[in-house]
């Protein structure tokens, strides 16, 4: 009865009033993104990377929702705005990270070890040669969203690759490399060196000035990029299966670099 009482209590003086409840949800979804975002992180560790993949997903399904709840509730705030390019930096920044060095960490047996027996410490820290390129993927994600937040000029377009679509390409590489259709490919796209270049690459085009479309329909142009984009993608999936997740960021970036050139 106690219990009962207590909950009447809050209900009453509006702890929990629907319209609270209403505020609180779209941060509740973005923390959702941030939580499947360390999930996917968790898996990368076990070399888990259809896991990696499903956790990735679902967590940009809430990082739509987030935002469409907010304008939907009439309940956007600037504490939302923070806290979704925080959800972002963990799913589309420190994931890729993790994942890239991973994968140049398996095919790599060159290391720096670092010793701290001057401190007492008995453990050494080992970091691989090849590997600390993945590093560069969070810092360069981290100035992307925050370029974004206080640039004003990108409601109708992107500046620079979006971090999520930068992170399905990492996210979805794994799955790529053991693509049947493309196993002839792998021995090639495994080697740490071409790893390194689309790490370098992806960083750039993250904060590059180059406009990217929205996948929305506000100009004519905008609707035939995203019928071919789409159409590209699914016959993509038809040819390759889940490697047509980082075939279609390609795509994109390729439709974006024609669009600038034609308009």
Known sequence: M???ARVKNMFKFGYLRPMQLRIHLPNLITAANAIFGLLAILSVFQNLFEWTLIFFLFGMVCDFLDGWVARWVGATSELGAQLDSLADMITSGVLPGVLVYQLIRTQSSSYWDFSAADLGLEATFSLSTVGWVGLLLPLG?????????IDTEQSKYFKGLASPANALFFVGYPLWVESTTLLPLKGLLIQPEIITFWVIFFVFIMNSPLRMFKLKFNTLYDKIYVAILFSGSILFFILFGVAAFSLSVLLYILLCL????TL
């Open 2 to 4: 106690r219990q009962l």
């Open 141 to 149: 994600a981290a100035y992307r969203l925050a370029r974004f937040n």
């Open 258 to 261: 024609t669009r600038n050139v």
